[in-house]
């Protein structure tokens, strides 16, 4: 069975202070990892996915399958970032063939 | 419209009523997901339909759970006799393929609430 953990229900940091949003994962294949954000009153919408190896507003996760986590990563902390944040897994088992397995969220709150 | 558009936006409905919650998918896509969002918790997935064809529901909790996109486009979600538990966020998300390196984009998501 696949599944996703994110140790920290609340993170709370200072404007301009690094950020790490932790996400670890279990899955016995190949996985495709995402990290999705619901900013208040908006919907879910994804913010990055490992397979592009991309930075999208100062973030960046990079995929370690020796430890099988998947931190989000931000070096300067900006009010706007203050969000849910969902870290979620694509395999091919459990959760349907293409159906995503998301964590439980990191609710992370920026101080300024 | 541009997104995916769920309705109602607010449902609460009576223990033992039945309850049918609305999905109208980005057009195009073939794609479409149902999840359940419990209070406090990450959305868990409930089926998967590729166009007409439901290829997963295996994420349903019980037969009371009923799921169907006759034409390939909108979609039902359907609950029977509900139950105080069945109390959540019910979300919907559309991907243009099934695979490969697509985005899922989500609907805002129907609030059930069983009194």
């Known amino acids: 069975a696949q599944r996703v953990t994110q140790p920290e229900k609340l993170l709370s940091v200072f404007k301009g202070a690094p950020v790490e949003l932790k996400c670890n994962y279990s899955?016995?294949?190949?996985?495709?990892l995402f990290w999705y954000v619901q900013y208040s009153r908006q919907r879910l919408q994804l913010l990055l996915r490992h397979i592009s190896r991309e930075s999208i507003k100062g973030f960046t996760a990079d995929l370690n399958k020796g430890e099988t986590s998947f931190h989000l990563k931000k070096p300067f902390a900006q009010e706007e970032d203050s969000a849910m944040y969902y870290c979620?897994?694509?395999?091919?088992?459990?959760?349907?063939?293409?159906?995503?397995?998301f964590g439980k969220g990191t609710h992370l709150i920026i101080q300024p | 419209g541009a997104g995916v558009s769920q309705s109602p936006r607010y449902k609460v409905a009576k223990r033992g009523q039945d309850v049918a919650l609305r999905c109208d998918p980005i057009?195009?896509?073939?794609?479409l997901f149902w999840y359940q969002q419990a209070l406090g918790q990450g959305p868990e997935f409930l089926t998967y339909?590729?166009?007409?064809?439901?290829?997963?529901k295996s994420g349903l909790p019980s037969d009371r759970f009923f799921a169907e996109r006759p034409e390939g486009s909108v979609s039902t979600l359907k609950i029977q006799r509900t139950q105080q538990e069945d109390s959540a966020v019910y979300l919907c998300?559309?991907?243009?393929?099934?695979?490969?390196?697509?985005?899922?984009?989500f609907g805002q998501g129907t609030r059930l609430t069983v009194v």
């Open positions: 057009s195009g896509h073939v794609s």
């Open positions: 899955y016995s294949g190949s996985p495709e």
């Open positions: 339909f590729q166009n007409e064809a439901q290829l997963d």
């Open positions: 998300a559309s991907s243009q393929t099934s695979r490969g390196n697509t985005e899922a984009f």
């Open positions: 979620a897994l694509r395999g091919s088992s459990g959760g349907g063939a293409d159906g995503l397995t």
